[in-house]
């Protein structure tokens, strides 16, 4: 896995997957924008600029904060109002989008290009879903949101171009 990670590239994307993952982003920038003003965002918004640390990533809405809680925040965000995306594998479901704001977060941290970006976000939907066809865990009683700490890491070490060994650690 560690190696795929590595190797991936835009260029490896067709012009079909590239458009449907622009889709994918809107989609998750949508609910984002729509979940501002939910009680629950509001408070983990207040508890980030609380604890504020280096600001070194965009908080959707306005603000910055540290790439760690820009992520939890940003994933907040997109994953509020449940209207994301789904994939639905057989004998499992997860969203694929729960990885946008990690990949966000991390790829403007390391300063990375919308190309960049887009491929780290390919990357952690790749890893979510493929382990979702082939390794469904809901029926053994985990939460389907097992496979997406795998597919962040990978998508995350991605956009911070991680070796291979370190990704590897990450994931």
């Not at 809405?61 to 790439?67: F, H, I, L, T, V």
Request: include cysteine; charge should be positive; proline fraction near 2%.
């Amino acid at each position: 896995l560690a190696a795929f990670v590595v190797r991936a590239s835009y260029d490896d994307l067709s012009e079909d997957a590239g458009h449907h993952l622009k889709i994918r982003i809107l989609d998750g920038l949508g609910c984002a924008v729509g979940a501002l003003k939910g009680k629950p965002i509001r408070l983990l918004k207040d508890q980030i600029e609380a604890f504020a640390g280096a600001r070194h990533c965009t908080l959707i809405g306005g603000g910055k904060a540290a790439p760690d809680r820009a992520a939890l925040y940003n994933t907040a965000l997109v994953r509020y109002l449940d209207f994301n995306d789904s994939y639905l594998a057989r004998g499992e479901t997860c969203h694929p989008s729960d990885n946008i704001g990690s990949a966000l977060a991390a790829s403007e941290y390391a300063k990375q290009s919308g190309r960049k970006f887009l491929t780290a976000l390919a990357v952690a939907y790749q890893v979510q879903c493929r382990l979702s066809d082939v390794a469904p865990v809901r029926a053994k009683g985990f939460d389907h949101t097992t496979q997406g700490s795998y597919a962040v890491a990978a998508g995350v070490s991605k956009a911070l171009e991680l070796d291979q060994v370190r990704t590897a650690n990450a994931i």
